[in-house]
């Protein structure tokens, strides 16, 4: 049974000043199987409240989703049990799948001020935490709020309307805990650094402070909650190293149906500046028209990577297993590649995002070490400052050592560079480049 969420002792009965202690949750009846019933119920948390409750949301929809995206509407109907109550279903699905549920209460005032409130529900069913993150991360419903392992911890993702909101309430009820109150910092995300094993409740508020007309009614601002249900296993338990680096990987910003773009491109090498056109087409042919009396050559190779990056895919495709270490590393959990002899390549992997890269190629190995990136407005991440360091592969010699800074600008619905910054050392020799993109224009925009 989950934790009432909210401290304070609050009358059943919905009167307009305390509507905005109810919210929509839905749930199961009995353990999972793949005969079920859903259950969905307005009340403090995610049990039955007052019969007369149950009547009230019967317009309720709702609807079961599977991982491929498939809904399959839900035939809620009203169930009551002495004075409580609750809308009901039966489902009949295997696992993984989630249980989705809308309603639009209305305008009531509280504290004479007029609030029009949306409600939205979740419940997963899944085994790996991943599944759940994925499950709970859809278009279907405006507002969501997706949890993710963090180690010992969680990272609360959430999102309106596809892209992370700052400044919304969380509440979090879980297992053996009080519950905490959170609020989502300036790139849409709470956390807790701790969060065991089990069942939990969670909820978000997000206020539209625009205020509108809803028939005849006046309101001053609009409020959006959403609530999620789901059981969560441990860091450890939840997610084997394959699903760590594949859930990682689907965590990149990539170009889908990219359709190419130019842009004014202005090189400098610290001692030469020169200006030009670039062109990247669809199929990633690299065009630099100018740039007289420079040398292009570095420009292109980095020019190359950022398509083979933003193209997706790419890296070894053998699986993984997690290595074990004495102490934590700050750029997460290592694992390495099965069977991988002639490479050698190991991965770290820290909060969705691949940190760290070692490879071995020929006489020379080198590591890329990840230390900042960039969320996009679906939450996928770009780097923006990294390392990469170049060895000997017989001696262990270093080399040659490279910083990165990359800067990104969103046009359309891919994010291009705005800046990229490279200063390399080797053999007692600095070399700098700097690459300022403007006037991006897609080709092709009807792709």
Not at 85 to 112: S, T
Not at 284 to 297: A, M, P, Q, W
Not at 394 to 421: C, I, M, Y
Not at 425 to 437: N, Q, V, W
Request: with cysteine.
């Amino acid at each position: 049974m989950y934790r009432m969420l909210l401290a304070a002792t609050l009358a059943i009965g919905l009167t307009p000043a305390s509507a905005s202690a109810h919210f929509l949750w839905v749930g199961l009846r009995g353990e999972p199987t793949d005969k079920g019933t859903v259950c969905v119920y307005f009340n403090e948390g995610p049990e039955a409240g007052s019969a007369r409750l149950a009547k009230k949301i019967a317009p309720t929809k709702a609807w079961l989703r599977r991982p491929d995206g498939a809904p399959t509407p839900l035939d809620l109907r009203v169930v009551e049990q002495n004075e409580t109550g609750q809308l009901e279903a039966a489902i009949d699905a295997a696992r993984p799948y989630c249980v989705e549920a809308r309603f639009d209460y209305g305008v009531f005032k509280h504290d004479d001020h007029p609030v029009l409130l949306n409600y939205y529900a979740r419940h997963v069913e899944a085994d790996a935490a991943d599944q759940v993150a994925s499950l709970a991360t859809s278009d279907s419903l405006p507002l969501c709020v997706v949890p993710r392992r963090d180690g010992a911890g969680l990272t609360l993702d959430v999102l309106w309307q596809g892209k992370l909101a700052t400044g919304c309430q969380v509440v979090v009820n879980g297992p053996d805990q009080d519950s905490q109150e959170l609020t989502t910092d300036d790139k849409g995300r709470a956390k807790l650094a701790k969060a065991p094993a089990g069942d939990y409740a969670i909820r978000a508020r997000k206020i539209d402070a625009k205020a509108g007309k809803l028939g005849e009614q006046e309101y001053e601002a609009t409020h959006h909650y959403a609530t999620l249900t789901c059981k969560l296993k441990d860091s450890a338990a939840s997610l084997s190293a394959d699903q760590t680096l594949s859930a990682a990987r689907a965590s990149r910003a990539v170009w889908d149906d990219f359709p190419g773009f130019t842009a004014d491109l202005t090189l400098g090498t610290g001692e030469q500046r020169a200006a030009g056109k670039l062109t990247i087409t669809e199929d990633g042919e690299i065009r630099l028209v100018g740039f007289d009396n420079i040398k292009t050559d570095r420009a292109k190779q980095l020019l190359q990577q950022l398509v083979q990056h933003r193209s997706g895919g790419g890296g070894p495709t053998q699986t993984v297993s997690y290595v074990d270490e004495a102490t934590e590393h700050p750029l997460g959990r290592l694992m390495t590649f099965n069977g991988d002899k002639e490479m050698n390549s190991a991965y770290r992997v820290k909060e969705n995002v691949v940190t760290e890269v070692n490879r071995a190629m020929g006489p020379m190995k080198f590591t890329i070490s990840v230390l900042a990136v960039h969320l996009n407005s679906e939450g996928k991440y770009l780097p923006t400052t990294f390392n990469v360091s170049y060895w000997n592969r017989e001696s262990g010699k270093l080399q040659a050592s490279e910083t990165h800074l990359n800067e990104w600008v969103r046009v359309g619905d891919f994010d291009l560079p705005t800046r990229f910054v490279l200063l390399r050392a080797e053999d007692g020799k600095r070399e700098i480049l700097d690459m300022e993109f403007r006037n991006h224009k897609l080709l092709n925009a009807e792709k």
